[in-house]
């Protein structure tokens, strides 16, 4: 059964970095496409950034995230650098079956992570 896992949550200075993992197991990764999500507070959820063959990204984040993953160790990595307190959400990774990714909706995926909070603030 897949199961995913985020650490790298924390807290950090406005314009300070952070890198989230979502190790994901029971399956090979190289077969799923994953997608980083957040949710602050009273907001709805927002699709971050996703790889599968390509990979996208949301437009508050574009230019400053970065989606990685390694295969070998079944991990998805985002880079989060020049963060802002707006940025402060809980993150969640998830994942899907297939070669396609999505941002924009969340319908896609049907494997969810716990979450990892970012709390960016002076």
């Known amino acids: 059964q897949l199961q995913l896992v985020e650490s790298g949550g924390g807290l950090v200075q406005p314009g300070g970095s952070l890198r989230l993992s979502c190790q994901v197991s029971?399956?090979?990764?190289?077969?799923?496409?994953v997608g980083w999500f957040r949710q602050a507070p009273g907001r709805e959820r927002e699709g971050v950034s996703c790889?599968?063959?390509?990979?996208f990204y949301g437009d508050s984040v574009k230019g400053r995230f970065t989606i990685s993953r390694d295969n070998a160790k079944n991990t998805v990595y985002l880079q989060m650098n020049s963060l802002k307190p707006e940025d402060t959400a809980v993150y969640y990774c998830?994942?899907?079956?297939?070669?396609?990714?999505?941002?924009?909706?969340?319908?896609?995926?049907?494997?969810w992570g716990q979450g990892t909070q970012v709390t960016v603030s002076s």
């Open positions: 029971g399956v090979t990764l190289a077969y799923y496409a």
């Open positions: 790889s599968a063959d390509e990979s």
């Open positions: 998830a994942a899907v079956q297939g070669k396609g990714c999505s941002v924009v909706t969340d319908v896609i995926y049907n494997y």
